[in-house]
Protein backbone atom coordinates (compact mmCIF):
# COMPACT_ATOMS: atom_id res chain seq x y z
CA UNK A 1 0.00 0.00 0.00
CA UNK A 2 2.82 2.52 0.91
CA UNK A 3 4.42 1.55 -2.56
CA UNK A 4 1.29 2.60 -4.22
CA UNK A 5 1.35 5.97 -2.47
CA UNK A 6 4.65 6.36 -3.64
CA UNK A 7 4.33 5.40 -7.06
CA UNK A 8 0.87 7.77 -7.14
CA UNK A 9 2.56 10.54 -5.47
CA UNK A 10 5.38 10.72 -7.92
CA UNK A 11 2.56 10.10 -11.21
CA UNK A 12 0.33 12.97 -9.44
CA UNK A 13 3.92 15.46 -9.47
CA UNK A 14 4.67 14.49 -12.46
CA UNK A 15 0.75 15.05 -14.12
CA UNK A 16 1.09 18.64 -11.98
CA UNK A 17 3.94 19.73 -13.48
CA UNK A 18 2.60 19.02 -17.24
CA UNK A 19 -0.52 20.64 -17.26
CA UNK A 20 0.54 23.70 -14.63
CA UNK A 21 1.17 25.80 -17.52
CA UNK A 22 -2.19 25.32 -18.57
CA UNK A 23 -3.50 25.93 -15.21
CA UNK A 24 -1.66 29.02 -15.75
CA UNK A 25 -3.35 30.41 -19.23
CA UNK A 26 -6.60 28.98 -18.26
CA UNK A 27 -7.05 30.16 -15.06
CA UNK A 28 -5.03 33.61 -14.96
CA UNK A 29 -5.03 34.32 -18.55
CA UNK A 30 -8.68 32.87 -19.53
CA UNK A 31 -7.25 31.32 -22.30
CA UNK A 32 -8.17 28.07 -23.83
CA UNK A 33 -4.64 26.46 -25.22
CA UNK A 34 -5.50 22.39 -26.08
CA UNK A 35 -1.89 22.58 -27.39
CA UNK A 36 -0.43 22.46 -24.25
CA UNK A 37 0.67 18.86 -24.32
CA UNK A 38 2.16 19.58 -27.78
CA UNK A 39 4.72 21.39 -25.54
CA UNK A 40 5.28 18.99 -23.62
CA UNK A 41 6.12 16.36 -26.53
CA UNK A 42 8.32 19.13 -27.75
CA UNK A 43 10.56 19.58 -24.73
CA UNK A 44 10.61 15.18 -24.15
CA UNK A 45 11.70 14.69 -27.65
CA UNK A 46 14.27 17.92 -27.57
CA UNK A 47 15.59 15.90 -23.79
CA UNK A 48 15.74 12.66 -26.25
CA UNK A 49 17.43 14.03 -29.22
CA UNK A 50 20.00 15.89 -26.75
CA UNK A 51 20.32 12.67 -24.40
CA UNK A 52 20.33 10.08 -26.67
CA UNK A 53 21.94 11.14 -29.72
CA UNK A 54 23.83 14.35 -28.98
CA UNK A 55 25.14 12.45 -25.71
CA UNK A 56 24.51 15.61 -22.83
CA UNK A 57 23.99 14.75 -19.43
CA UNK A 58 20.57 14.16 -18.38
CA UNK A 59 20.64 16.60 -16.20
CA UNK A 60 21.36 18.94 -19.07
CA UNK A 61 19.03 17.62 -21.03
CA UNK A 62 16.10 18.43 -19.00
CA UNK A 63 17.15 22.32 -19.29
CA UNK A 64 17.28 22.01 -23.05
CA UNK A 65 13.91 20.16 -22.54
CA UNK A 66 12.40 23.60 -20.22
CA UNK A 67 14.27 26.37 -22.54
CA UNK A 68 13.37 25.05 -26.02
CA UNK A 69 9.81 24.58 -24.86
CA UNK A 70 9.97 28.00 -23.53
CA UNK A 71 11.46 29.33 -26.87
CA UNK A 72 8.92 27.92 -28.85
CA UNK A 73 5.98 28.87 -26.58
CA UNK A 74 7.00 32.45 -26.74
CA UNK A 75 7.57 32.02 -30.54
CA UNK A 76 3.73 30.50 -30.76
CA UNK A 77 2.89 33.57 -28.71
CA UNK A 78 4.05 36.62 -29.73
CA UNK A 79 3.10 35.28 -33.86
CA UNK A 80 -0.13 32.71 -33.42
CA UNK A 81 -1.28 33.22 -29.87
CA UNK A 82 -1.75 37.05 -29.34
CA UNK A 83 -4.07 37.34 -32.02
CA UNK A 84 -6.89 35.13 -30.70
CA UNK A 85 -6.86 36.09 -26.51
CA UNK A 86 -9.81 38.05 -27.80
CA UNK A 87 -11.87 35.69 -29.37
CA UNK A 88 -14.09 33.54 -28.21
CA UNK A 89 -13.30 30.14 -26.21
CA UNK A 90 -14.59 28.42 -29.29
CA UNK A 91 -12.27 29.65 -31.54
CA UNK A 92 -9.86 29.60 -29.35
CA UNK A 93 -9.95 25.70 -28.96
CA UNK A 94 -10.62 24.86 -32.58
CA UNK A 95 -7.45 26.96 -33.12
CA UNK A 96 -5.00 24.90 -30.93
CA UNK A 97 -6.91 21.66 -31.36
CA UNK A 98 -5.66 22.75 -34.50
CA UNK A 99 -2.45 22.92 -33.96
CA UNK A 100 -2.48 19.49 -31.93
CA UNK A 101 -2.84 18.06 -35.33
CA UNK A 102 0.21 19.76 -37.06
CA UNK A 103 1.96 19.13 -34.23
CA UNK A 104 1.61 15.31 -34.26
CA UNK A 105 1.95 15.26 -38.30
CA UNK A 106 5.18 16.64 -38.02
CA UNK A 107 6.52 14.80 -34.77
CA UNK A 108 5.27 11.65 -36.76
CA UNK A 109 7.44 12.67 -40.07
CA UNK A 110 10.61 14.13 -38.67
CA UNK A 111 10.82 11.62 -35.58
CA UNK A 112 8.98 8.43 -36.44
CA UNK A 113 6.07 6.86 -35.57
CA UNK A 114 7.05 4.54 -32.72
CA UNK A 115 7.36 5.13 -29.26
CA UNK A 116 10.66 5.53 -27.88
CA UNK A 117 12.42 6.78 -24.03
CA UNK A 118 15.11 8.87 -23.10
CA UNK A 119 17.89 6.99 -21.59
CA UNK A 120 18.38 7.24 -18.36
CA UNK A 121 21.68 7.37 -16.35
CA UNK A 122 22.71 4.22 -14.13
CA UNK A 123 22.79 6.66 -11.24
CA UNK A 124 18.99 7.08 -11.52
CA UNK A 125 17.92 3.08 -12.52
CA UNK A 126 17.20 0.45 -9.88
CA UNK A 127 15.74 1.31 -6.33
CA UNK A 128 16.89 2.51 -3.03
CA UNK A 129 15.91 1.79 0.65
CA UNK A 130 14.33 4.07 2.42
CA UNK A 131 12.94 3.79 6.23
CA UNK A 132 12.80 0.06 4.76
CA UNK A 133 10.85 0.21 1.72
CA UNK A 134 12.51 -0.30 -1.79
CA UNK A 135 11.54 3.02 -3.97
CA UNK A 136 12.54 3.90 -7.46
CA UNK A 137 15.88 6.17 -7.78
CA UNK A 138 14.04 8.04 -10.73
CA UNK A 139 10.25 8.35 -9.44
CA UNK A 140 12.21 9.87 -5.78
CA UNK A 141 13.92 12.37 -8.63
CA UNK A 142 10.29 13.09 -9.98
CA UNK A 143 8.88 13.93 -6.89
CA UNK A 144 11.97 16.10 -5.79
CA UNK A 145 12.18 17.83 -9.06
CA UNK A 146 8.28 18.50 -9.48
CA UNK A 147 8.46 19.06 -5.34
CA UNK A 148 10.84 22.28 -6.18
CA UNK A 149 9.05 23.34 -9.00
CA UNK A 150 6.02 23.75 -7.59
CA UNK A 151 7.16 25.47 -4.70
CA UNK A 152 9.25 28.45 -6.88
CA UNK A 153 5.74 28.41 -9.15
CA UNK A 154 3.45 28.95 -6.07
CA UNK A 155 6.24 31.59 -4.74
CA UNK A 156 6.52 33.15 -8.20
CA UNK A 157 3.02 33.86 -8.16
CA UNK A 158 1.72 35.34 -5.12
CA UNK A 159 4.74 36.91 -3.74
CA UNK A 160 6.83 38.50 -6.29
CA UNK A 161 6.21 41.60 -8.45
CA UNK A 162 5.52 39.69 -11.34
CA UNK A 163 2.50 37.42 -9.83
CA UNK A 164 0.87 40.96 -9.25
CA UNK A 165 1.50 42.09 -12.62
CA UNK A 166 0.17 39.12 -13.92
CA UNK A 167 -2.82 39.07 -11.46
CA UNK A 168 -3.36 42.95 -12.05
CA UNK A 169 -3.25 42.53 -15.98
CA UNK A 170 -5.91 39.16 -16.20
CA UNK A 171 -8.02 41.50 -13.92
CA UNK A 172 -8.09 44.85 -15.97
CA UNK A 173 -5.74 44.95 -18.64
CA UNK A 174 -7.03 48.47 -19.09
CA UNK A 175 -6.17 49.82 -15.56
CA UNK A 176 -3.10 47.56 -15.62
CA UNK A 177 -1.53 49.17 -18.85
CA UNK A 178 -2.54 52.70 -17.25
CA UNK A 179 -0.62 51.80 -14.51
CA UNK A 180 2.21 51.01 -16.53
CA UNK A 181 2.73 47.37 -17.39
CA UNK A 182 3.19 46.23 -20.19
CA UNK A 183 0.54 43.44 -20.65
CA UNK A 184 1.60 41.77 -23.80
CA UNK A 185 5.31 41.16 -22.15
CA UNK A 186 3.42 39.90 -18.94
CA UNK A 187 1.23 37.28 -20.81
CA UNK A 188 4.18 36.36 -23.15
CA UNK A 189 6.21 35.63 -20.66
CA UNK A 190 3.91 33.35 -18.27
CA UNK A 191 3.11 31.78 -21.76
CA UNK A 192 6.29 30.98 -22.41
CA UNK A 193 7.32 29.66 -18.43
CA UNK A 194 4.07 27.53 -18.73
CA UNK A 195 5.31 25.99 -22.09
CA UNK A 196 8.68 25.35 -20.69
CA UNK A 197 7.29 23.64 -17.62
CA UNK A 198 4.95 21.59 -20.11
CA UNK A 199 8.75 20.45 -21.47
CA UNK A 200 10.25 19.80 -18.93
CA UNK A 201 7.37 17.63 -17.35
CA UNK A 202 7.38 16.14 -20.80
CA UNK A 203 11.14 14.86 -20.70
CA UNK A 204 10.63 14.04 -16.72
CA UNK A 205 7.80 11.87 -17.68
CA UNK A 206 9.40 10.21 -20.95
CA UNK A 207 10.87 6.80 -19.14
CA UNK A 208 7.15 6.35 -17.91
CA UNK A 209 4.82 7.59 -20.38
CA UNK A 210 7.20 7.20 -23.61
CA UNK A 211 6.88 9.98 -26.10
CA UNK A 212 5.68 9.44 -29.82
CA UNK A 213 3.77 11.33 -32.01
CA UNK A 214 -0.12 10.98 -30.27
CA UNK A 215 1.60 12.35 -27.14
CA UNK A 216 -0.61 15.47 -26.98
CA UNK A 217 -3.80 13.74 -27.83
CA UNK A 218 -3.73 11.15 -25.25
CA UNK A 219 -2.66 12.61 -22.68
CA UNK A 220 -4.58 15.95 -23.44
CA UNK A 221 -7.79 14.77 -21.33
CA UNK A 222 -5.43 14.13 -18.22
CA UNK A 223 -4.58 18.05 -18.04
CA UNK A 224 -7.84 18.89 -18.46
CA UNK A 225 -9.04 16.51 -15.21
CA UNK A 226 -6.54 18.45 -13.25
CA UNK A 227 -7.10 21.65 -14.35
CA UNK A 228 -11.12 21.00 -13.96
CA UNK A 229 -10.89 19.12 -10.92
CA UNK A 230 -8.80 21.43 -9.01
CA UNK A 231 -10.36 24.60 -10.53
CA UNK A 232 -8.75 27.56 -11.87
CA UNK A 233 -8.54 30.35 -9.61
CA UNK A 234 -4.93 28.94 -8.07
CA UNK A 235 -2.22 26.68 -8.34
CA UNK A 236 -2.80 25.17 -5.00
CA UNK A 237 -5.53 23.20 -6.26
CA UNK A 238 -4.41 21.72 -9.73
CA UNK A 239 -1.57 20.70 -7.44
CA UNK A 240 -3.80 18.47 -5.00
CA UNK A 241 -6.13 17.21 -7.53
CA UNK A 242 -2.98 15.83 -9.41
CA UNK A 243 -1.96 14.20 -6.25
CA UNK A 244 -5.44 13.02 -5.36
CA UNK A 245 -6.20 11.68 -9.40
CA UNK A 246 -2.31 10.29 -9.43
CA UNK A 247 -2.63 7.96 -6.33
CA UNK A 248 -6.29 7.36 -7.41
CA UNK A 249 -5.08 6.27 -10.56
CA UNK A 250 -1.81 3.76 -9.83
CA UNK A 251 -4.58 2.16 -6.77
CA UNK A 252 -7.50 1.66 -9.13
CA UNK A 253 -5.33 0.30 -11.54
CA UNK A 254 -3.83 -2.11 -9.00
CA UNK A 255 -6.62 -3.23 -7.10
CA UNK A 256 -9.57 -2.78 -9.72
CA UNK A 257 -7.04 -3.46 -12.94
CA UNK A 258 -10.41 -4.32 -15.23
CA UNK A 259 -11.55 -0.44 -14.87
CA UNK A 260 -8.44 0.70 -16.21
CA UNK A 261 -8.42 4.59 -15.61
CA UNK A 262 -12.05 4.58 -15.28
CA UNK A 263 -11.36 5.50 -11.08
CA UNK A 264 -10.11 9.22 -12.02
CA UNK A 265 -13.23 9.79 -14.50
CA UNK A 266 -15.57 8.59 -11.30
CA UNK A 267 -13.52 11.00 -9.21
CA UNK A 268 -13.77 13.68 -11.28
CA UNK A 269 -17.71 13.68 -11.95
CA UNK A 270 -18.31 13.22 -8.19
CA UNK A 271 -16.12 16.54 -7.35
CA UNK A 272 -18.01 18.12 -10.50
CA UNK A 273 -21.27 17.32 -9.10
CA UNK A 274 -20.17 18.59 -5.53
CA UNK A 275 -17.97 21.28 -6.49
CA UNK A 276 -18.73 22.44 -10.40
CA UNK A 277 -16.11 24.57 -10.13
CA UNK A 278 -13.51 22.81 -8.69
CA UNK A 279 -11.63 21.96 -5.35
CA UNK A 280 -10.38 25.83 -4.61
CA UNK A 281 -12.55 28.62 -6.39
CA UNK A 282 -11.30 32.29 -5.08
CA UNK A 283 -13.59 33.79 -3.43
CA UNK A 284 -16.13 36.36 -5.67
CA UNK A 285 -14.76 33.98 -8.53
CA UNK A 286 -17.49 33.35 -11.60
Not at 186 to 215: H, K, M, Q, R, Y
Amino acid sequence: MVTILFDGIAYGMLLFVLAAGLSVTLGLMNFVNLAHGAFAMAGGYAALVAVNRLGVPFGFGLVVAFLFSAALGALLERTLYVHVYAKSHLDQVLFTIGLVFMSVAMVDYTMGSSQQFIAIPPALQGQVTVLGLDMSKYRLLIIVVCGLVTALLQLGLTRTRFGSRLRAAVDDQRVARGLGINVGAVFGLTFALGSGLAGLGGALGAEILGLDPIFPLKYMIYFLIVVTVGGTSSITGPFLASLLLGIADVAGKYYVPQLGAFVIYTIMIVVLILRPQGLFVRKGAR
